[in-house]
């Protein structure tokens, strides 16, 4: 799973494939977000046995899961109000 994540995050990191800034940009942020996540996640196995470190490390996946939740909504939800003020305008100066 690791593996396939570093091939993931390289091969978007070297083609591109997003013509739009923004777009490669949050990508990128996704994807090192799922290697944040992938990194934590080998913390539940046995080689780490403290059940206080598997605690912390819960609690941090969580905030990182949470961090990327909320930038993209955020991202979305912007993205919304901007197409809706768009149509707004466009509604009232047909109205003209």
Not at 13 to 33: C, I, Q
Request: aromatic content about 10%; glycine content about 4%; proline content about 2%.
């Amino acid at each position: 799973m690791i593996i396939m994540q570093v091939v993931a995050t390289s091969f978007n990191a070297h083609v591109r494939p997003f013509l739009e800034h923004d777009k490669y940009h949050l990508e990128m942020l996704n994807e090192l977000t799922v290697s944040l996540m992938v990194y934590h996640i080998i913390c539940f196995t046995p080689y780490v046995q403290s059940i206080e470190a598997q605690d912390t490390m819960g609690w941090s996946l969580n905030l990182v899961l949470c961090g990327n939740l909320v930038i993209n909504v955020g991202l979305i939800a912007i993205s919304v109000f901007k197409d809706c003020m768009v149509k707004v305008r466009q509604h009232f100066a047909a109205k003209r």
